[in-house]
């Protein structure tokens, strides 16, 4: 009689889960070296192909950097500051959505999503109960070096999720999955689970936050394009051919014709080397047999111009890709630019900003969707009207922001004790809040105040209507 032994769920994946897994595993290491490369570009580390014409294989180990991928996506990355998260029928009543931000720095942590996704493309966001039943849910943000996911574009919500680690050199991963998350160890026999989260949410705890989507291509593009790839590579070689002339020119060259043999030799007859004989008796020439002086001439000296205007040239192609002013990327021209100059030529950037506040809206909704379901059960109808508070891109500084709302104050557009006053300057929610206390207190001390005088006036008038009665009184008794 043959018995059959199940096979232990908790231990072991399923034939599906386990062909996801590989599925996934193979999308994530497939495209971890496109990932990689952009990352090269944007620390200032990728390796310059050299087109072995000019440099010589002595210069081969010169590297030249130059930040201009770093500069762009730190220019952009710069003007999306969150400030909060809040609803939009009722930004009043936004504690439990302040208390999910505060409780995973959400605020600081919003700026590596966006760095990566403009860096890669895409950003992940994992969503999962805290260890501490008192806590709010726990949200952290992934590289897209260590997760991918399947994406199902009509429904625009994530449908499966890998991510890979390590546990003290063990390769692991975490399988997420519309109904569970499970957690698994590399073996010498496959994928071991560890761990098996049931949650029952109904889809994977899993938000991409992708850039520059197109409807063939939902998984988002890099910032750094290929054309912003080419660009840099062209203007680091022109960088290291500028190197290798100042190597080779940086010492005026010289010619001598009908120079004798011994100019070249040291007083016992041997040869002396180049340097030597550049800085020595060239100098000092003996006339030849014939009694002729050698001919002693310069060839034209290294101008290093040629290279700058090169540079300068790609400078404004790579602000065009970027979209950026290009004194950002150095370029300057002889006449300084005036302020109304300088703001036109930030408009793009400032556009390029608000479209990527509009883009990045949704994911960060669902992320906070994602956290309410995983703390009370279920999902209440304002959780669909969840919004993000963007700084203003067009003034990224608090100087910039106060002018603004003091100007629109000063117009009579708003009102000088409106939210939204205090919103335009910058300050944070919590910040409105006590600056609204504030005001009551004031306003109350202020009313108690105008009280007090109110009174004291009253009394005195009244004083002062006693004074004559009991004049008069005096003046009968007198009589």
Known sequence: MTVTIPELGLLTLTDDEAALLGVLRSELISRRFDLELRDCYYNGEQLIRDLGISIPPQLKGLHTVIGWPQIGVDALEQRLDVEAWRYKDAPDDSTELEEIAEANELVAESQLAHLDSLIYGRSYAAVGSSEDADMPPLISIESPLDMTVFYDARARAVTSGLRLYKIEDQDAAVLYLPNSSIHVVATNSGWEVIDRDDHGLGLPPVV?????????????????????????????????????????????????????ESAFQDAEGNAKSAWEAYLGRVLALERDEDGEVPTVGQFAAYDPSVYTRMIDMYARIMATQLGLPPHYLGYTTDNPASADAIRSTEAQLVKRAERKQTLFNTPWSQVFRLAILIQTGDLPDRSRRIETVWRNPATPTMASQTDAATKLVAAGILPADSDVTLEMVGLTEGQRRRVHADRRRAQGRQALTDLGNELAARRAAHGREAEPEAADDAAVEGR
């Open 208 to 260: 991409r936050i992708s850039n520059r989507q197109r409807t063939a291509d939902r998984i988002g593009r890099s910032e750094i394009t290929n054309a912003v790839m080419s660009i840099t590579d062209a203007a680091c070689r022109t960088l290291m051919g500028m190197e290798v002339a100042r190597e080779f020119y940086g010492a005026p060259q010289r010619y001598i014709l009908g120079a004798s």
